[in-house]
């Protein structure tokens, strides 16, 4: 009986001996990545690219033989658009962003789920590019059981078998699911190319919410461009942006940039019920820009303020979202851009061809571009965000 407990860890281990039989064997591009102390910069050929991986979903279905395999193909793509990204294009991805649901936490303990976490941010790791997380509905969760496992040959054991990890035998056997403040605290410890941070202990939800400036080129005293992170909830919280979280931002840019002189981009995960007014009706005509539009949004329960602060500031440019895997769209609203990602994960519902969205921030003249990388290596729907 306590083989079928131990069954979601083998399934881990029978993941990794996959991947390395099956990741392309190109070589990788090493970058020399500046330290997490230093900062994030534009690099010498004027641009800063960053890369989207949405909706990853790893770890789902583990105990079967589908769940492991979706988590490879997630790796292909993932490696796809990095190494697609060439010098030919302005050099490799300077950034990523892990934009929500990066694992189907469900199903999985503690221990699994920041192992599938590690696995998740691996191609990024290797290629010795920084990166930074935020949140989705899927990353935190209660743990749900498998209906299988009620059966006879199912039940688990009385008794928890040891582990060698950092996480203690009740930890492993609690069956609570995951939390978002321990999979940030794992990230944050055994991660030194991650910039992803808690936020305030005091703001709720607290952990996914913080700021990361790029500085210039010439000037790293000189900020050309502001990232905001925001968590969106789901899991163990509503799924929506609090009037918290709007003070918080409102305190932070008038910290940092309170003439609006620095242009400005958002990211979280779940779509605020202002992308559901601008969502094209049936195929994409312009002024939006993309490719999939097969889905209706799927908004955050309420809105309890943070667009009504967005679009009164001039330079915020574009929010970024994932969550709607069927939708890949930009369009405009007001006077800034409502961006998708697109779909990077063979892990969650819907069979459209894979990608990620790019987004290139030029210093001289300023502009940000984005256009989706598919995992094919094609490219396509590009848009000027800056305008």
């Not at 990204?85 to 303990?109: C, H, K, Q, R, W």
């Not at 094209?280 to 490719?291: D, L, N, Q, R, T």
């Not at 979202?321 to 990077?344: I, M, Q, S």
Request: proline share 7%; aromatic share 12%.
């Amino acid at each position: 009986m306590e083989q079928r407990f131990l069954h979601l860890t083998v399934l881990s281990c029978t993941f990794l001996s996959i991947l390395f039989q099956s990741t392309p064997t190109s070589p990788i591009r090493l970058k020399t990545s500046q330290p997490k102390d230093n900062g994030l910069r534009v690099n010498g050929g004027g641009s800063f690219k960053v890369a989207l991986f949405a909706d990853l979903h790893f770890g789902e279905d583990a105990w079967t033989d589908w769940g492991p395999q979706q988590d490879v193909n997630s790796i292909k793509v993932m490696s796809t658009v990095l190494d697609h990204e060439t010098p030919g294009e302005s050099g490799m991805a300077d950034f990523v962003i892990y934009l929500g649901d990066v694992i189907t936490a469900n199903n999985m303990p503690i221990e699994n789920a920041t192992l599938y976490w590690d696995q998740a941010i691996s191609p990024t790791k290797a290629r010795g590019i920084p990166w930074a997380s935020v949140f989705g509905n899927h990353d935190d969760a209660l743990f749900e059981w498998p209906m299988e496992w009620f059966s006879a040959p199912g039940i688990p054991p009385r008794h928890c078998p040891a582990t060698n990890s950092s996480y203690s035998a009740e930890e492993y056997c609690s069956f609570r699911g995951t939390q978002r403040i321990e999979l940030m605290k794992n990230e944050i410890e055994h991660a030194s190319l991650s910039f992803s941070k808690n936020g305030p202990k005091n703001l709720w939800p607290s952990v996914s919410n913080y700021v990361l400036q790029v500085a210039s080129s010439s000037d790293p005293e000189s900020t050309i461009l502001i990232m905001y992170f925001l968590d969106s909830g789901g899991g163990s919280y509503p799924e929506v942006i609090s009037s918290a979280q709007a003070e918080w931002f409102q305190h932070k840019y008038q910290e940092i940039n309170p003439d609006s002189s620095v242009p400005e981009i958002i990211f979280w995960h779940i779509p605020s019920t202002a992308y559901k007014k601008v969502a094209p009706w049936f195929a994409i005509h312009k002024p939006c820009v993309g490719s999939i539009n097969k889905e209706k949004v799927a908004a955050q329960e309420a809105e309890f303020g943070i667009m009504h602060i967005l679009v009164k500031r001039p330079s915020v440019k574009a929010i970024f979202v994932g969550h709607n895997h069927g939708l890949d769209w930009c369009c405009p609203y007001e006077k800034l851009w409502l961006c998708f990602a697109r779909h990077t994960g063979y892990g969650g519902y819907g069979n459209w061809p894979r990608g990620a969205r790019i987004l290139e921030i030029t210093e001289q003249p300023f502009s940000i571009k984005s256009w989706i990388r598919m995992e094919d290596g094609g490219k396509h729907s590009e848009v000027l965000l800056s305008s």
